[in-house]
């Protein structure tokens, strides 16, 4: 599911088209907060992310669904607009492409640097802000950190930023440990 939220071509020229026009309307901040509602979203529903990839849920249906949603969440009036548009060209399952796209796009013109840790459990506000001083020590900037749990991972941490992704997991390690005794 995190997985999905990567670049693709089509979502890079929406995310281009929706950037443009957040600026010129003065929306930047509104629509990226909303993006950022968005893909928690995403994240959290099986129920809009089978809205949004259905092939069997018609377009119509799915800008009803996506305005539904974004009325309910308070989105901005460029993020209602848009959402309705990804849907009548049926493009919604193309939703994470956009906001990643969007994403990279904010952080390329702000000079914000996006770090995404994964924990097994949910951290403290200490083990936060520690995180985000290393952060800082090793970018050389402060990070805007996006925290997620996901208890599969079993412990430790995966931080990525950027492309670039650090797997102190658990899971990898005993993974790594299983291949390693296969091939002894």
Same mark, same amino acid.
């Given at each position: 599911m995190a997985d999905d939220f990567r670049t693709t071509a089509v979502g890079e020229?929406? +995310?281009q088209a929706l950037f443009d026009l957040s600026q010129e309307t003065g929306a930047l901040d509104a629509v990226r907060g909303d993006l950022a509602v968005l893909k928690a979203a995403w994240l959290d529903s099986a129920d809009l992310r089978r $809205?949004?990839?259905s092939p069997v849920i018609s377009a119509d249906d799915q800008g009803k669904g996506? +305005?539904?949603i974004a009325e309910k969440a308070k989105l901005n009036g460029v993020t209602k607009k848009f $959402?309705?548009?990804l849907a009548e060209n049926g493009r919604a399952r193309d939703l994470p492409g956009v906001i990643a796209g969007f994403q990279a796009?904010? +952080?390329r013109e702000?000079?914000?640097?996006a770090a995404e840790v994964v924990s097994a459990l949910p951290l403290? +506000?200490?083990q936060t802000k520690s995180i985000q001083s290393a952060l800082r020590a090793s970018l050389g900037r402060d990070p805007e950190l996006t925290a997620r749990v996901d208890p599969s991972i079993l412990g430790g941490l995966k931080v990525k930023v950027g492309s670039k992704l650090f797997d102190a997991s658990l899971k990898t390690k005993l993974d790594q440990m299983?291949?390693?005794l296969k091939r002894a």
């Open positions: 020229r929406y +995310a $809205l949004a990839q996506l +305005a539904a $959402l309705g548009l796009l904010y +952080a702000s000079g914000v640097v403290s +506000a200490a299983k291949f390693a």
